[in-house]
């Protein structure tokens, strides 16, 4: 059974208590998107599938790799048909997003089916043996408009952590997924942050991405949105108050050139 945790019209909180949640299923975060990841308790580092459904068409962002795609395929294939699934986002090429996209597409069968990315990305994507057509985003003004007029904005975040790295804003919901960004590591995961999540950013950031000038930059341009949660790739959802206390937090968070001085600093992260 799909778990709520939206929000009710009248803007009244219907929270569901995280230690309420259960990890095994589809959990909706706002209406119409939905965690589709993979917890495994012994893990520090876990990736965030989503789902968007929109009226006929279904967008998956950020799907898996072969190892938890299985997982991630029966909770994709409890809440929609394969057929209606009509994108899928990559907003880079790691194989943690991108090495379970041939079997997905299998699944799929719809030859209709567009493979979302950047045209930098998309000469890696290739590798992985894809079959579908590639919708690049900077060849289509940074934007997908879905058939129901919902728009998703897509905005590059330069070197982070790949030089042709995208992010994808939703409008019609107001959350950026924001892939590698925002990510965290912790074996202590929750499906949303709470105070104390900036830690595990560090130890995530410090290690992947190139440098706090880049990062600062890729701040400054998410800052005019109006971003109601943010949906990272890896660690977890953040909203409420933790929106500007993890941008504020990244905006000074020194990383990658900026440390450099020892492998120590850059990837003692790395669990035993
Ligand atoms: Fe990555
Ligand atoms: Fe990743």
């Keep these: 059974m799909v778990k709520k945790t939206g ?7 219907m929270a569901v208590k995280e230690e309420k949640l259960d990890y095994n299923e589809p959990i909706e975060i706002s209406e119409g998107i939905y965690w589709l990841g993979f917890y495994d308790k012994n893990a520090a580092f876990h990736s965030n599938p989503y789902i968007i459904k929109d009226g006929d068409e279904v967008v998956i962002i950020d799907p898996a790799g072969i190892t938890e795609y299985p997982q991630v395929a029966s909770k994709i294939f409890s809440m929609v048909n394969p057929s209606q699934i009509t994108h899928i986002v990559l907003h880079h090429q790691d194989p943690d997003l991108c090495a379970a996209v041939p079997m997905l597409e299998n699944a799929i069968e719809n030859k209709s089916l567009k493979l979302v990315t950047h045209s930098r990305a998309s000469v890696l994507i290739h590798y992985y043996g ?8 900077d060849k289509n003004n940074y934007t997908l408009t879905l058939k129901s007029g919902r728009r998703l904005k897509f905005m590059t975040t330069p070197f982070m952590h790949f030089p042709a790295a995208i992010v994808t804003y939703d409008e019609t919901s107001k959350i950026l997924f924001s892939s590698d ?10 499906l949303y942050a709470t105070e104390g999540y900036q830690e595990q950013m560090a130890a995530f950031h410090r290690g992947y991405m190139p440098s706090n000038k880049f990062l600062r930059s890729f701040i400054e341009k998410i800052k005019p949105l109006n971003i109601e949660m943010i949906l990272p790739q890896h660690g977890s959802i953040i909203k409420g108050d933790m929106v500007s206390k993890c941008m ?5 968070l020194k990383c990658g050139i900026d440390l450099a001085s020892s492998d120590k600093e850059l990837y003692g992260w790395i669990p035993k």
Excluded: A, E, Q, R
């Design 181 to 190: 960004i925002f990510g965290g590591l912790s074996k202590d995961w929750k």
């Design 248 to 252: 504020n937090f990244l905006k000074s």
């Design 7 to 13: 929000k009710k019209k009248s803007g009244m909180s």
């Design 130 to 137: 894809v079959k579908s057509d590639f919708y690049l985003v």
